[in-house]
């Protein structure tokens, strides 16, 4: 599947020559042949060959795979092919998998038949098997060396079986101790080393990481819109772009209309170093409005920095890893590169999983600074109505929490002023500590009223970079409880509920959660001046999301049966238009004014049923 979002991704992006895939053609998986296994022979317009032409790619064809000379003339004639074709190669060899170079028609001298196709995998073999002698023993025969102890059965101790191991490799290495052919291949692979430069002329600059830039710290982002000067890199053309990282209160505008002004500023800081390939959302989740120089085109436009995508999750995701992993600096502690962010709805994000766990592992044991991918998880919650219930995105997104802690920085912003201070605090982290190789944003489709942050209690316009912060604090008198709120319907709902919450005498604190990464990251003393660890047993939340998982860890063992959220009755929820949804959900105010009604009404026989509970161990 993955291959048929390779064929488009390359021929989308006009890759030409630079791109050469060679395809084995061995008819084997794992469990089962391909043709006359999972395909029937009798599909006789099941070829490969055509698979890879009716995409447009320039394709060629080996007969033998396993010979060197027909390799090695189909690599020539790619090198020497015109750049100015702009179809990706592929090279497909008819291969033997099992291919050992001893055998005569398909046997093995002095043993019998050769084992080719799934069946060889050396995974289903025991250790000195009858088959291994007969190929050890093709191999000793040619080279005049005996292995050691393979006569003598399998190995059970680990450390002899490694010894074994090592003793073995020892005698095939020990050939190149002959005629001086180690010493001329180590030769021929430095003097071709030493052939190729480190200073291939660059348009970008390579001696600094761009995204440092102290423009782009939290601290020094610009609170009025900003209509900047940019000028093309390579037409020279020049024009203005407004840019407003944030907006006044009461301007209606959510939460994705800010995706496009962070990878505005982003780009304009940077030089056009921020890509993005995100398919048809591109447009709905305000990437498009992102790219400075609109769409690049190798032939056209190379300074455009949105690149063409279809609606192939997995390959576009894979396309933008495959951006962020290079780098041109000759220094393995700094990069110099470009950072991506691709995306779709939030429901379709886990298709993008995959590559981007393969992805954060990489980064985990890679000894180069690399870039930083960037998932947008648009769209998600359950005010997708107007798509369908197959487009809600609740219980998917979550997907984006499944890496190791501190390996990614997850953002699930409510309000559109969270945007610019939340993202450019985690790419401020990201930039500068390896360990984080992955941003992931939400962003719901609804446009609300910016907030009006004069009437919180963290007026701060930056709060949102802090992770967590307070919305509503305790008035004097007996408390109820804290309220840890995410999603945008939700805390926009929460929000217009509050006055009649403290008219019903009702005393709670309210905490937005945008990001526990960012939040995990504050000094000691403001984290437990927002949620001390004694608050974790005294809490609710109301979210978009679910209950399975929440916006932050370790809460008390009756959060569950207090908390509002999208899948309040494990249920899958219907379709219907947003307030219908929302209703549903039980994220409309007058469900979150009652909940939170119940939970501060029963505070004291919540804190005393937890303390019942330790009593008893």
């Not at 022979?41 to 000379?69: C, H, I, M, P």
């Amino acid at each position: 599947g993955h291959a048929q979002e390779l064929k488009t991704q390359a021929l989308a992006l006009k890759v030409g020559k630079r791109l050469r895939v060679m395809f084995s053609d061995n008819n084997a998986g794992i469990d089962d042949s391909l043709i006359g296994g999972v395909v029937g022979r009798k599909f006789e317009g099941y070829r490969l060959v055509d698979q890879w032409t009716s995409y447009g790619w320039n394709v060629f064809v080996v007969q033998d795979g396993n010979a060197y000379d027909q390799v090695v003339a189909v690599l020539k004639t790619m090198e020497h092919w015109d750049p100015a074709d702009r179809r990706p190669m592929a090279v497909i060899g008819k291969t033997t998998k099992g291919y050992w170079p001893a055998a005569v028609d398909h046997k093995i001298p002095d043993f019998g038949g050769q084992i080719v196709g799934y069946t060889s995998d050396p995974y289903a073999m025991k250790m000195n098997s009858e088959y291994f002698l007969a190929l050890a023993k093709t191999f000793e025969k040619r080279y005049g060396v005996e292995f050691q102890g393979i006569r003598d059965g399998a190995v059970k101790d680990p450390r002899e079986r490694l010894i074994q191991f090592k003793t073995n490799i020892d005698v095939v290495m020990s050939l190149f101790d002959r005629n001086g052919i180690g010493d001329w291949l180590a030769d021929r692979l430095v003097e071709n080393g030493e052939s190729l430069s480190d200073s291939i002329p660059l348009r970008l600059q390579v001696n600094q990481d761009p995204f440092q830039d102290e423009r782009l710290r939290v601290a020094n982002l610009p609170i009025e819109p900003q209509k900047v000067s940019v000028t093309n890199p390579v037409s020279g053309a020049k024009k203005d772009v407004s840019i407003a990282l944030f907006r006044k209160a009461g301007e209606v505008a959510g939460t994705r209309r800010g995706i496009s002004e962070i990878v505005k500023w982003m780009n304009y800081v940077t030089g056009n170093r921020f890509l993005t390939a995100a398919a048809d959302l591109s447009e709905s989740n305000n990437l498009e409005q992102g790219s400075l120089w609109d769409h690049y085109d190798p032939e056209n436009n190379m300074a455009g920095t949105r690149l063409k995508a279809a609606i192939q999750e997995a390959g576009n995701v894979s396309t933008a890893i495959g951006l962020v992993s290079q780098s041109a600096s000759v220094d393995p502690d700094k990069f110099a590169g470009v950072w991506a962010i691709s995306g779709t709805y939030g429901a379709f994000t886990p298709l993008m999983y995959t590559p981007a766990r393969v992805w954060s592992q990489q980064n985990q044991d890679s000894p180069f600074r690399t870039g930083v991918l960037h998932i947008l998880v648009g769209h998600p919650g359950p005010e997708t109505a107007a798509d369908g219930r197959t487009h809600f995105g609740i219980f998917a997104p979550q997907v984006w929490k499944l890496f190791p802690r501190g390996q990614t920085i997850h953002l699930n912003f409510w309000d559109y002023n969270d945007v610019a201070p939340a993202y450019f605090a985690a790419a401020e982290i990201a930039s500068r500590e390896k360990k984080v190789g992955i941003i992931t944003l939400e962003v719901a489709r609804p446009d609300f009223a910016v907030a009006d942050r004069s009437t919180f209690a963290d007026t701060d316009l930056r709060a949102a970079a802090k992770g967590f912060y307070v919305i509503r604090d305790f008035k004097p008198g007996a408390r109820h409880g804290y309220v840890v709120t995410q999603g945008s319907s939700s805390t926009v709902n929460l929000v217009s509920v509050l006055p009649k919450l403290e008219a019903a005498g009702i005393n709670v604190k309210v905490i937005a959660a945008i990001s526990e990464e960012l939040f995990d990251r504050q000094p000691q003393s403001y984290r437990d001046a927002v949620l001390p660890r004694e608050a974790y047993y005294d809490l609710m939340v109301v979210s978009t999301g679910t209950r399975r998982v929440w916006p932050l860890r370790d809460v008390g063992p009756l959060t569950d049966a207090y908390s509002m959220t999208s899948d309040w009755d494990n249920q899958w929820l219907t379709s219907g238009l947003d307030p219908d949804v929302i209703a549903e959900a039980h994220l409309d105010p007058a469900s979150i004014l009652s909940s939170i009604e119940r939970f501060a009404r029963d505070r004291e026989s919540r804190i005393s049923r937890q303390r019942d509970l330790l009593g008893k161990l």
